[in-house]
Structure formats: structure tokens, C-alpha cells
């Protein structure tokens, strides 16, 4: 077992700024800058560097030169950043050009750059990798969802790296966190024996053996080991850099250097945020179910622990182990049998019709005496966007659903439903569960940008958002007036918040002499 060379890396801004969308205060990434330093950590990853800008996401997603300059230096600590392999294949024009003009090092002040890709992706970013090496970096590689990876493949990738002579370390990186230290030890013997340089493991610790596979990595000749304060890092989190600094004392570390900042300003951020291992990550973990899923429905308040599990074991059969919205929109619009068979013409005609959302503001027994009373008082069609625990049964007339990540969470409950749901039926297409007791109404849809336009079986939304499918229905149907219930909206900036107010400006711009009003409170702009 090595010893001497063993490197440390904290990843801290980076990986823990799936939380807070990178949107660190530089006066606490110095703060935890310099506890780092004095912890004898070898590497601190200051951030991303994504090439496509978003308005929500904060400086540490866009590790340049200019905040390069605000960081706090120290001579026996080098300062990494990382780029997702993907973003390359994002580059229009000459790539040498965007490379030299965005990454000269001189200019950027950090001396190593991680790049993280799927094994898909290996041939098609060599010349990348090979390029940012003549910029004078020193380069690691993180091969992720390793889990996913054969050793046919493993080998596969490892000497296509070799070939460039620009890696100078391979990462593998534990994504699900889903690996046994028995794993641990295959993997290592592979890439010892296909791999001449260094090795390094970024562990996640969904199952909370994050730790103990980080040792065994190092047991087996990895060198280069990652973790972040707190754990702090995407769905369930890292193995804990404190954790690390104490095993490895006795070679050069002080693991009292990040007592201050671990239990006051992180361990804050722990308590708003949530983080860390959980029954739902560790069995999401064994059915390589992206974690984003799982962190999406641990923040649902409206699930029991019990409908928490149920609809993970929906998931499983049916998620695959990306998560991103845009893939998701982009599969509708590629989709050809988008167009349903129910024709949803003059289905409410001359009927007030309201919408249910699922907004904290439907748990007020005021707010649902008024609901019930208006709904008694105008005779109107109620159609609830999803299910609603809030709002008697007996008041709803239709359930509608459009999202195909809500629709395996609900689909075990659709069978107790007395109502029908109006649902683009191909959406159900992957459910391997039986429905059989409820009524399906098949109105089909497609996500265009910027596009809100309704037919007979389909609509056509800006956004893969109900709310949208389900005003598109209303229409469709002729309705008198569209009131809506339980739409509250979210955080200043929040992408859903975002989305749902441009899907509202879209449909007021599209329908001049449409009014749309809401009985409860809420931050939209109706």
C-alpha cells in the first residue's frame, strides 16, 4: 500500500452545489477555503464550469478567472475545477479557439481540471482532453456510473486515455453509491492492471458505505480520494471529508483544521437542505434510479413513508439513470403517437371549470370551505391536477396527469380512484402495473418552446407542466370560465416558478379574451 503519495481532494463547491445551486457567498468559500488549507488538504474543486449560462445558478457553477481572483491562495493547495464531458459537444465553431480563449491557464488560476463523462462518451471527447493538456493542466478523468461499466468496457476506456498521454489521473466514480467494497476491489485490480498512473475514487453514499469503499479503494492503489464537508453533495451526498482527514491523520492531515466550518456554517446548510443517506437512496441505489428522483420525492410533503416506498418500487421499472427535464421534453416532441383517441371537444361546454393544484394553501379548512362553496354555488366541472388529498372526492369530477415522473408515483393509487382521469395515454405505456379498475380518458400531448395550441386529442404546451395540459383541456372543452385553486408557486427563481409564469404569459398572449382567476392566494400573475 502506497502511503506517501495519497491526495485528498474536497469537492465541497462543486458537488454541494446541486443544494444550493452554487450560490456560495465568497466570504464563506474563504472562510472554508482557509480551514481547508489548514486541514492539509491537498485539492480543493472550487466548482463547475458549465459552458451554457442560467440565470439561477450562482459564481461557483462558472469557475473563471474572475473568481479566481476573490479566492483565497494557498501554496500547498491546488484549486481544481471540472467540466461535464457533455459540454463539449456544446462548442459551435472552432473548439481549439473556445478552449485557448476560455481556459488558457495563466488567465484561470486553478491548476487541474476534472472532466466527467459516461463511457458513451469516451471517443467522441479524446480531442478535448488532449487539447486542455497542451493549456498546461494537470488532468484527471472521472469515469461515472462505474457500476454500469463492464470490465470489457472498463478496459476499453482506460486505454483509449492511455493513447492521448494527457490523463494524468483516472477517477471512477460510484454515482448511485450503489458499490460493495467487494466491487471496490474488482474495479481496482482492472484498472491497476490497464493503467500505469494514478487513481482516484469520488464515492457517494447512498447505501453509507461511502467511507468504508473509499478505504478499500485505497487499499487496492488508489491515490486520489474525494469527499466534501458534511457529505455535502448530489442526492445523498459524499463520504465526509472530516471522515476522511481523521483516517488519514497519522500521514500529514489535521482534521480539527474544518471543525469550525463543518459545525456551524455546513451543518446549517444540512439542516436546510436535507442531505444524506436515506432508506429511499440506498433502495433507489440497488435499481440504479437517478437520485434526482428520489430527492424530488422526498421533498413531496404530500407522501406518507409508506406511498414513498410503494412509488419507488414504480420507479424502478420504469426510470432510467439520467434525470434532465430537457431529455424528457424532447422525447415528446420526438414522439409520434402523441395524439390521443379521446376527443376532448365541448366535453365541459358553457361549464365553469376549476383547476386544482397541490399548493400548501389547500391545506387551509378556510380556503376549502371557500373552494367547496364556489364550486356548490357555480356547478362547476372540477378537474385535479394529479391527486388531491385536500379536496373531498366527492367534489371532483376528473383527474388529469401529464408528467410522466408524476405518473409512476401515483399509478399504484389509480385503482382505488371512483373518477376518471384524463391522461396522454402513451405516457402509460412503460408501467408494467395493471389498471384496470379506473377510467382512462386518452388526450394526448407534445412540448414545442414557446407553443400553446389545442385540438381535439392533443394539445400542444411550452412546458411538460399539467397545469398547461389542463388549461389546454378547458379550452378544448369550451369552458365558461377557468378558475384555478392550490397554485401558490415557489421560490423567487425556482425553475418550476419560472416555467409555470411563462406557461401563464404564453396562454394569456395566445387567448387575448381568456381570464383566468384564482380563489386562493398565490404569486402568479394571472
Not at 500500500?1 to 465568497?26: A, H, P, Q, S, V
Not at 465526509?240 to 446548510?269: D, R, W
Not at 395524439?339 to 376549476?354: E, H, I, R, S
Not at 400548501?360 to 380556503?367: A, F, G
Request: net charge positive; proline share 2%.
Amino acid at each position: 500500500m502506497e502511503t506517501k503519495n495519497l491526495k485528498l481532494l474536497d469537492c465541497t463547491l462543486r458537488d454541494g452545489g446541486y443544494y444550493n445551486n452554487w450560490k456560495f457567498k465568497i466570504k464563506d468559500a474563504n472562510k472554508y477555503l482557509k480551514q481547508i488549507y489548514t486541514a492539509g488538504v491537498d485539492v480543493v474543486e472550487v466548482g463547475f464550469n458549465f459552458f451554457d449560462k442560467n440565470s439561477k445558478y450562482g459564481k461557483f457553477a462558472y469557475a473563471n478567472k474572475e473568481l479566481a481572483k476573490k479566492l483565497v491562495k494557498s501554496s500547498k493547495t491546488k484549486l481544481a475545477i471540472m467540466i461535464n464531458g457533455s459540454d463539449f459537444f456544446k462548442i459551435k465553431g472552432n473548439y481549439k479557439k473556445y478552449l485557448n480563449k476560455n481556459f488558457k491557464n495563466k488567465k484561470l488560476h486553478y491548476q487541474i481540471i476534472r472532466i466527467a463523462a459516461h463511457y458513451r462518451d469516451i471517443e467522441n471527447i479524446l480531442k478535448y482532453i488532449k487539447h486542455l493538456k497542451k493549456l498546461d493542466y494537470k488532468i484527471c478523468f472521472n469515469l461515472m456510473q462505474i457500476n454500469n461499466v463492464s470490465n470489457k468496457q472498463l478496459e476499453n476506456c482506460l486505454k483509449k486515455l492511455a493513447q492521448t498521454e494527457s490523463v494524468d489521473v483516472f477517477y471512477f466514480a460510484d454515482s448511485f453509491g450503489n458499490l460493495k467494497p467487494s466491487n471496490i476491489k474488482s474495479i481496482c485490480k482492472v484498472i491497476k492492471k490497464n493503467w500505469k498512473k494514478e487513481i482516484g475514487i469520488h464515492a457517494h453514499d447512498n447505501c453509507g458505505r461511502a467511507l468504508r469503499n473509499s478505504l478499500q479503494a485505497f487499499k487496492y492503489g488508489v491515490t486520489w480520494i474525494d469527499g466534501t464537508i458534511q457529505g455535502m453533495g448530489r442526492g445523498a451526498g459524499n463520504v465526509k471529508t472530516e471522515n476522511l482527514l481523521k483516517q488519514f491523520k497519522y500521514l500529514k492531515y489535521n482534521p480539527a483544521g474544518v471543525n469550525n466550518i463543518s459545525k456551524k456554517y455546513f451543518l446549517n446548510l444540512k439542516k436546510k437542505y436535507k442531505w444524506g443517506k436515506s432508506n429511499y437512496y440506498k433502495i433507489a441505489a440497488n435499481y440504479n434510479i437517478h437520485p434526482t428522483y428520489i430527492q424530488m420525492l422526498q421533498n413531496d410533503k404530500r407522501y406518507s413513508a409508506s406511498e414513498k416506498l410503494a412509488s419507488i418500487n414504480s420507479l424502478k421499472k420504469i426510470v432510467s439513470t439520467s434525470y434532465d427535464p430537457r431529455i424528457l421534453e424532447e422525447t415528446f416532441i420526438n414522439n409520434k403517437k402523441f395524439k390521443g383517441k379521446w376527443d376532448a371537444t365541448n366535453w365541459c361546454l358553457n361549464k365553469d371549470v376549476l383547476i386544482l393544484g397541490q399548493g400548501p394553501s389547500l391545506s387551509n379548512k378556510n380556503n376549502i370551505k371557500k373552494i367547496e362553496q364556489h364550486i356548490l354555488k357555480t356547478k362547476s366541472t372540477v378537474i385535479a391536477i394529479n391527486l388531491n388529498k385536500y379536496v373531498s372526492e366527492t367534489l371532483i369530477d376528473y383527474y388529469v396527469s401529464a408528467n410522466e415522473i408524476r405518473i409512476p408515483l401515483d399509478q399504484y393509487k389509480y385503482d382505488n380512484l371512483k373518477k376518471p382521469i384524463i391522461v396522454p395515454k402513451f405516457k402509460l405505456e412503460k408501467l408494467k402495473k395493471k389498471i384496470n379498475k379506473v377510467k382512462f380518458l386518452d388526450y394526448g400531448v407534445v412540448v414545442r418552446n414557446n407553443k400553446f395550441e389545442f385540438y381535439k386529442n392533443f394539445s400542444v404546451i411550452p412546458f411538460n407542466l399539467t397545469f398547461a395540459y389542463a388549461v389546454a383541456l378547458a379550452l378544448q372543452g369550451k369552458a365558461k370560465k377557468i378558475y384555478f385553486a392550490g397554485f401558490d408557486g415557489y421560490k423567487k427563481n425556482h425553475r418550476l416558478s419560472n416555467e409555470m409564469q411563462k406557461t401563464i404569459d404564453i396562454i394569456l398572449k395566445s387567448n387575448k379574451s381568456l381570464k383566468l382567476a384564482s380563489l386562493t392566494k398565490t404569486k402568479y400573475n394571472f
